[in-house]
């Protein structure tokens, strides 16, 4: 693979996403949403594609293999797995897909959701839903929704570099940049950005900042921990 020699644009990447965090009842129990959104300037097939291509898919975020149709399962290369549980291809201006996320014994459900703007612009939203039971105790406590969300930012950022013709950060050199100055700048302002959502759902600030702080030490390999997973 090519090596990426643009600059990536920090802080025009996190303004072009709205982050938001909620909590619901699934089967009776306790879950969290965390949702991202960012518009795309690129046509409702071809994001569609970017999105559900195996080929395209290990372009911008991971390699997947599987039976990738509905009621099939996909497998990421040193990541999750899971089942194919809805699949609405582009009609009108719209097209959706859901799938379980199955990581480390663990299951969540994630939802990719997608608005045709126009010919040339498309609206992508990311929904994460978890279950709070299946979360280790203390971890919401220390992370906060960044653990996650700042992954998810940075799945949106690929896409956003894939869909505008330019490279992707080559996973031999992700390390790098994530300890780089474009990537503390990216973990540090996306983790700011959960820190914020979390507030706007009526957590506490201090809480927020502190686990905003947390997350970005992780992702910046200044934490001897083990690394927060999506």
Same mark, same amino acid.
């Given at each position: 693979?090519t ?5 990536v ?6 303004d ?13 129990e ?8 960012q518009?795309?300037p ?8 970017a999105? &559900?291509?195996?080929?395209r898919?290990a372009? *911008? ?12 399962? %996909? ?10 549980l809805e ?9 959706? %897909? ?39 105790? !203390?971890? *919401?406590?220390? %992370?906060?929704? !960044?653990? &996650?969300?700042?992954? *998810? ?7 956003a570099?894939?869909?505008?013709g330019?490279?992707r ?16 700048a ?28 947390? &997350? %970005? ?7 001897g ?6």
């Amino acid at each position: 693979m090519t090596r990426r020699t643009d600059m990536v644009d920090v802080n025009a990447q996190i303004d072009a996403v709205d982050r938001s965090v909620r909590t619901i009842d699934v089967d009776g129990e306790p879950a969290r949403v965390q949702s991202l959104t960012q518009r795309y300037p690129s046509g409702l097939d071809d994001v569609w594609d970017a999105v &559900t291509s195996p080929e395209r898919i290990a372009r *911008w975020f991971l390699p997947v293999s599987g039976d990738l149709k509905l009621g099939g399962r %996909y497998q990421l290369v040193g990541n999750a797995g899971g089942e194919i549980l809805e699949c609405a291809p582009p009609q009108g201006h719209a097209a959706r %897909y859901r799938v379980t996320w199955e990581y480390g014994g663990g299951m969540s459900w994630l939802e990719i959701a997608l608005t045709g703007e126009d010919d040339e612009s498309t609206t992508l939203e990311l929904i994460h839903t978890a279950r709070v039971a299946e979360v280790p105790p !203390g971890f *919401w406590e220390l %992370y906060g929704p !960044g653990a &996650t969300g700042v992954g *998810w930012d940075q799945g949106l950022l690929g896409l956003a570099m894939h869909l505008r013709g330019g490279e992707r950060i080559a996973p031999e050199d992700a390390e790098a940049w994530m300890v780089g100055a474009e990537g503390r700048a990216f973990s540090r302002a996306a983790a700011d950005g959960w820190a914020a959502a979390q507030v706007a759902d009526g957590g506490d600030p201090a809480a927020a900042a502190s686990a905003a702080h947390a &997350t %970005y030490l992780f992702y910046t390999g200044q934490s001897g921990d083990e690394a927060p997973e999506a």
